[in-house]
C-alpha cells in the first residue's frame, strides 16, 4: 500500500487508516504513522475484525464489507 505517500491537507486534524491484516499492510501503517506524523494531528489505525477465510487468509476490509 502506498499510505505513506499520499499528502494529508494541513487542514485535516484526524486521520483514519484502515490497513489489511497482514505484513504488508501493518508495514505500510507503520511507515505512514512516521510520514503524518505532526502537531495536530490525531492518527487513527482501525484493523477487520479478525475472521479466518476459507482460504486460509486473513479477512481484509474489503471482505468484511462484502459479506465474507
Keep these: 500500500t502506498n499510505f ?4 494529508i491537507p494541513l487542514y485535516v ?3 483514519r487508516l484502515c490497513p489489511d491484516p497482514d505484513k ?5 501503517t507503520k511507515k505512514a504513522i512516521q510520514a503524518y ?5 490525531e492518527v487513527l ?3 477487520p475484525p ?3 477465510l476459507d482460504s486460509g ?3 481484509d476490509w474489503n471482505d468484511i464489507l462484502m459479506g465474507k
Design 4 to 7: 505513506h505517500n499520499l499528502e
Design 13 to 15: 486534524r484526524r486521520l
Design 24 to 28: 504488508a499492510g501493518i508495514a505500510a
Design 37 to 41: 506524523r505532526r502537531p495536530g494531528l
Design 45 to 47: 489505525v482501525s484493523f
Design 50 to 52: 479478525v475472521k479466518m
Design 57 to 59: 487468509k486473513l479477512a
